[in-house]
């Protein structure tokens, strides 16, 4: 009977394991503009938001260990205009790896800068599903799920929906108070509000196939057959002057330059010079201000 114990011990144990929450996230706090002789809070914080985005369970999706998403939070605080109020930027970055490599490609670099909300010290975060009642709580949970979206769409043609309507939902909710600043409609056209807007609009679900392309049959084949990989994304890639033409001021487009225009430049740089120019006309179409970047598929 003991041995049955023990196996059913060591069986539980590793499904403890290997069965994980969806984000391995690293949340960092700066606070080195703000002088007050209290900074114990903002390491409240940053244990608090660790702690809510790894702990939250996201999904129904089963995730082992090491399948979990790579991300970073980092959020800096500008000003505090009270005790337990603040104005802040977030930078949130995501990476997804690249089969049968040992390469990490981005899938989301995003800098949000216009956050204010509200925390007290030693408080805990907490997401109660259809109830935001902090806009701190709001603003992760929003990216949380954004996140999961671009990693479950880059697996699968638009298999991050339920994510990205997860995200909507949360962006209608907060916009019931007016003092919270960045979901607005049409108040800024790089809002969170435009993000999901956009990733949701069915008139752009190009993008959203393109960024399968661009991934699962783009940059997990290139470990097989490079040539065939790279010239998946670049003959994928004129979605985006189409994008253009439809919504000229898309937040999709420098969603798409801010993760992934260096390591399309990277791709193509390997190409044909044909090719090389071909991609470089297209893409200048798109980014006419990002000559620099560019450059590289001049030479």
């Not at 006419?288 to 030479?299: A, F, H, I, R, Y």
Request: charged share 20%; hydrophobic share 40%; net charge negative.
């Amino acid at each position: 009977m003991s041995k049955w114990i023990v196996l059913l011990v060591l069986l539980f144990a590793f499904v403890f394991q290997t069965e994980a929450q969806e984000l391995n996230a690293k949340v960092t706090v700066n606070s080195d503009r703000i002088q007050t002789t209290n900074k114990n809070i903002f390491t409240s914080m940053e244990k608090a938001l660790n702690q809510f985005i790894n702990a939250q369970k996201w999904s129904n999706s089963s995730f082992a260990t090491n399948e979990r998403i790579d991300c970073t939070f980092s959020l800096t605080i500008i000003t505090q205009p009270s005790d337990n109020m603040f104005t802040a930027e977030l930078f949130v970055q995501a990476r997804r790896p690249v089969y049968n490599s040992s390469y990490s490609t981005n899938i989301l670099n995003f800098r949000d800068t216009k956050l204010e909300f509200e925390y007290t010290e030693n408080a805990p975060i907490e997401f109660v599903q259809g109830v935001i009642e902090s806009n701190l709580v709001a603003v992760t949970a929003f990216y949380c799920n954004l996140i999961l979206g671009l990693d479950f769409d880059s697996f699968s043609p638009m298999g991050g929906g339920v994510f990205f309507r997860q995200a909507q939902t949360i962006s209608m909710q907060a916009q019931g108070n007016s003092a919270w600043k960045g979901w607005e409609a049409f108040d800024d056209p790089k809002n969170r509000h435009a993000i999901i807007t956009a990733l949701t609009d069915e008139s752009l679900k190009a993008y959203r196939e393109l960024w399968y392309t661009y991934h699962r049959k783009g940059l997990d084949e290139m470990a097989a057959n490079p040539d065939r990989g790279r010239t998946t994304i670049l003959t994928a890639l004129p979605v985006l002057k189409d994008l253009r033409s439809i919504r000229n001021s898309s937040i999709l487009i420098q969603m798409f330059s801010d993760s992934k225009l260096d390591e399309v430049v990277s791709l193509a740089s390997k190409a044909t010079a044909e090719e090389k120019k071909e991609i470089y006309d297209m893409l200048k179409s798109v980014y006419p201000t990002q000559s620099g970047q560019l450059e590289p598929l001049k030479k």
